[in-house]
C-alpha cells in the first residue's frame, strides 16, 4: 500500500450545485455491475459511463445479471440521453433482486472492488472474504498487499445498523490488526435527509467522537462523499468531535468526488480534497483546543479571583463587626461612667429646695429628687436606696 503523503497546508476551493448533490442523493436503481456466465467467482463487470455501445456485444454474449437467483438473466447494455450508462433485462421476467440496500450493497462492493483492482493490480483485493480461516468477520471487501502482508477492510452499508453492532464490528477488525473504512449508502438507512437537511446517524455520531471522516458511496454515479461542516470562524471542515464528547447534532454538508480519485493509505482512503480537508480540520481543531485552554483558564482565573473576593469582604465584615462592637461597649461604658458620675455629685450636694410662691418651701432629695423630711435636711438624701432616675 502507497503511504500517506504530506498533506497541503490550505484548504483549496471545492463548491457542489444542488443538482450535483440532488444527483449523489439519488436512489435510482441503476444496474451497473453484471456477473460473468462461465465464472460466477470471477469480480463483477462495472460498465463505465459512455461505454454501453462498447460493451453491448460482451453483455449479450459473456455477461448475466448479478443476482444469481434471477429468472431471465440475460442482459445488454443501455445508454439513455441525461442519464449515466446501464446495464439492462433483455426480458420482462426479470423482477425482484430484493430491496434496493440488497441492490446498492452488491452495487457498491462492484464499483469498490473494481475501482481498486483498477487502480492498484499489485494488491489483492477481495470481496466477502474473511479476515481469518473462522471467518470471524467477512470484510464486504479486503484488501492485502502480498508483500507486507498489510490489510485493510471496507464495509458499504446501506441497512440499518446499531452502535453496538458496529463497535463490535470495529472491534474484530482491531483485533485482527486490520484498520476498517466505513462507507455509507448514498440512500436509505444511512443517509438521513430531511426537510433537505442532512443530519447524521446514531452510528455516524459515534463514528465522529472516534474521530473518523464520515464518506458514502454512490455506486450508480462512481462517486465518493464525505461530511463537512462550515462555522464563521473556522472554514469548511470535516465534522470536529465534540470536546468533551457528546454526540454531534448538527447539519452537515457533502463535498463529493469521483472515485477514481480515491487512493488509499496504510490505514484509511483519501483523495485531493478530502487531504485538504484533513489539513484544516486538525487546523481548526487545534485552535479550538487552544481556546477551550484559554476559556477554562480564564474560569479558573474568574472562580480564584471571586474567592480572593469573597474572603476579602468576609474580613473586612469582621472587622467591622469588631469594630463596631467595641464602640457600642466604649459607648455604653461612657453613659455608665456618666451616670454614676451624675449620682455621685448629687449625693455630695446638699438638698435643694422647690419653691412654690406663696408657700413653704419644700425639700427635694439629691438622689430622687423626691420631697425629703426636714430631719433629713443636713443629710441631703433618703436613707433608703432610691432610684436616681425617677
Same mark, same amino acid.
Given at each position: ?75 445488454? &447494455? ?108 448514498? &440512500? ?41 461542516? &462550515? ?69 479558573? &482565573? ?89
Amino acid at each position: 500500500m502507497t503511504p500517506k503523503s504530506a498533506l497541503p497546508h490550505t484548504l483549496g476551493a471545492m463548491s457542489h450545485t444542488g443538482s450535483d448533490i440532488a444527483a449523489f442523493l439519488d436512489g435510482e436503481r441503476r444496474f451497473v455491475a453484471a456477473a460473468w456466465r462461465d465464472d460466477p467467482d470471477r469480480p463483477y463487470m462495472v460498465l463505465a459511463n459512455g461505454e454501453a455501445a462498447q460493451h453491448r456485444e460482451l453483455a449479450r454474449t459473456h455477461l448475466r445479471c448479478m443476482f444469481h437467483d434471477c429468472p431471465a438473466p440475460a442482459i445488454t &447494455t443501455v445508454s439513455r440521453p441525461g442519464r449515466r450508462d446501464g446495464y439492462r433485462h433483455l426480458s420482462t421476467d426479470a423482477t425482484g433482486h430484493g430491496g434496493p440496500e440488497g441492490f446498492h450493497h452488491i452495487s457498491g462492493k462492484a464499483v469498490l472492488v473494481d475501482h481498486l483492482r483498477t487502480t492498484y493490480p499489485y494488491l489483492l483485493v477481495y470481496a466477502e472474504q474473511g479476515i481469518d480461516t473462522q471467518r470471524t468477520r467477512v470484510a464486504d471487501v479486503l484488501v492485502e498487499d502480498p508483500q507486507s502482508g498489510k490489510r485493510i477492510a471496507f464495509e458499504v452499508q446501506y441497512a440499518a445498523l446499531t452502535v453496538e453492532l458496529w463497535r463490535q464490528r470495529n472491534a474484530d477488525y482491531a483485533a485482527a490488526g486490520i484498520p476498517v473504512v466505513w462507507l455509507f449508502g448514498h &440512500t436509505g438507512a444511512q443517509l438521513n435527509v430531511r426537510a433537505g437537511r442532512i443530519r447524521l446517524t446514531p452510528v455516524q455520531q459515534a463514528a465522529v467522537t472516534d474521530g473518523r471522516a464520515i464518506l458514502w458511496l454512490s455506486p450508480t454515479l462512481g462517486q465518493i462523499a464525505v461530511a463537512t461542516t &462550515t462555522g464563521h470562524k473556522i472554514g469548511t471542515t470535516l465534522v470536529l468531535p465534540e470536546t468533551p464528547p457528546r454526540t454531534w447534532q448538527g447539519d452537515v454538508e457533502l463535498a463529493i468526488a469521483p472515485l477514481k480519485d480515491v487512493t488509499l493509505t496504510d490505514d484509511d482512503v483519501t483523495w485531493p480534497h478530502l487531504a485538504a480537508l484533513r489539513a484544516a480540520t486538525v487546523g481548526a481543531f487545534q485552535r479550538r483546543e487552544q481556546q477551550r485552554l484559554i476559556d477554562e483558564e480564564w474560569e479558573r &482565573t474568574r472562580k480564584a479571583r471571586e474567592r480572593v473576593d469573597a474572603e476579602a469582604r468576609a474580613e473586612r465584615a469582621a472587622k467591622e463587626s469588631v469594630t463596631k462592637q467595641a464602640i457600642k461597649s466604649a459607648a455604653d461604658e461612657a453613659r455608665t461612667a456618666r451616670r454614676a458620675e451624675a449620682a455621685r455629685q448629687r449625693e455630695l450636694r446638699p438638698a435643694t429646695t422647690a419653691r412654690t410662691p406663696g408657700r413653704t418651701p419644700i425639700l427635694l432629695c439629691n438622689v430622687c429628687r423626691e420631697p425629703l423630711d426636714q430631719l433629713l435636711a443636713t443629710l441631703g438624701r433618703h436613707l433608703m436606696p432610691c432610684d436616681p432616675q425617677r
